[in-house]
């Protein structure tokens, strides 16, 4: 599976923005997919999911009330709406699948990771 991802950008703190990532393959209307981020010498930690069907998701707390993951199928594309944004949301934002079970997302991976898209948030 290769992931694109884009809609990144320069955006005051309080500003908004839109990721996209789009995946090739036949594979991802069956899998959760997630929103991760990463920046310099830090861990890439899992910060929102979505199932397969789009009926649940999840946010990590420090997004919680200011992004929104969703998805289409049909265009095999994940987004990410990020509302309120804060410099600490500075990051390289990367989709990939997720792990979903027992009504909890973990982090997943298709065995590749795209490019990822640079979110900068100026204060």
């Known amino acids: 599976v290769q992931l694109v991802e884009s809609g990144g950008g320069l955006v005051q703190a309080g500003g908004s923005l839109r990721l996209s990532c789009t995946a090739s393959?036949?594979?991802?209307?069956?899998?959760?997919m997630g929103w991760y981020r990463q920046t310099l010498g830090h861990e890439r930690p899992l910060i929102a999911g979505?199932?397969?069907?789009?009926?649940?998701?999840y946010y990590t707390d420090s997004v919680k009330g200011r992004f929104t993951i969703s998805r289409d199928n049909a265009k095999n594309t994940v987004y990410l709406q990020m509302n309120s944004l804060k410099p600490e949301d500075t990051a390289v934002y990367y989709c990939?699948?997720?792990?979903?079970?027992?009504?909890?997302?973990?982090?997943?991976?298709?065995?590749?990771w795209g490019q990822g898209t640079q979110v900068t948030v100026s204060s």
């Open positions: 990939n699948a997720a792990r979903y079970y027992s009504g909890r997302f973990y982090f997943g991976s298709f065995g590749s």
């Open positions: 393959g036949s594979t991802f209307s069956i899998n959760a």
């Open positions: 979505i199932t397969s069907s789009g009926g649940s998701t």
